[in-house]
């Protein structure tokens, strides 16, 4: 199973991220990553993604829970919603390659699904609803996009909410 798990940073974490760089990259490199990379604002780094396959939901929240910078405080909070993969590939694959970064974009809903089908799918590095545990809720949308208007791969006035992040890719592979 899929999962979108968005790790936001507490204020002045960045010397715990720092000194647990290699620990975060080396428990990342056990698991099979759909997409991943810090997210900023005003070029000072404000969380993670990390688009996961685990095995269910406990494995999920154990991924984002047992994480080192969680562990260690750096985070003052975490996301973890279940997730489909409508590209059907991961952010390695994307077309337009890993230079220029991009945006998180976050819509977040209830009821009826909408963007199940993508919009400017040349645009999107990764893309897909954002899901109850069991996969039968629809709970919003997100999506990591390279373009002008970010907002544009969402239906205007379907979402309670909507988020962008500066974001770029991360990671080795």
Do not use: K
Not at 29 to 42: N, V
Not at 116 to 133: F, K, M, T
């Amino acid at each position: 199973m899929e999962f979108f798990c968005y790790h936001r940073d507490r204020p002045g974490s960045l010397p715990v991220r720092e000194r647990l760089a290699e620990e975060h990259w080396s428990y990342m490199d056990r698991f099979e990553l759909i997409a991943r990379g810090p997210t900023f604002s005003g070029g000072v780094v404000t969380g993670s993604v990390h688009v996961v396959v685990v095995a269910d939901a406990a494995a999920a929240r154990a991924f984002a829970f047992e994480e080192p910078i969680h562990q260690a405080g750096g985070y003052r909070d975490v996301l973890v919603r279940r997730w489909r993969n409508v590209l059907g590939r991961t952010m390695w694959d994307f077309p337009g390659g890993r230079e220029g970064g991009g945006r998180l974009v976050l819509g977040f809903g209830s009821g009826e699904p909408a963007d199940l089908v993508p919009r400017h799918p040349g645009e999107l590095i990764a893309y897909g609803p954002l899901l109850s545990d069991d996969g039968t809720a629809w709970l919003g949308t997100a999506a990591l996009v390279r373009s002008a208007d970010p907002r544009a791969v969402l239906t205007a006035g379907r979402y309670d909410a909507v988020e962008v992040h500066d974001w770029e890719f991360g990671g080795r592979r």
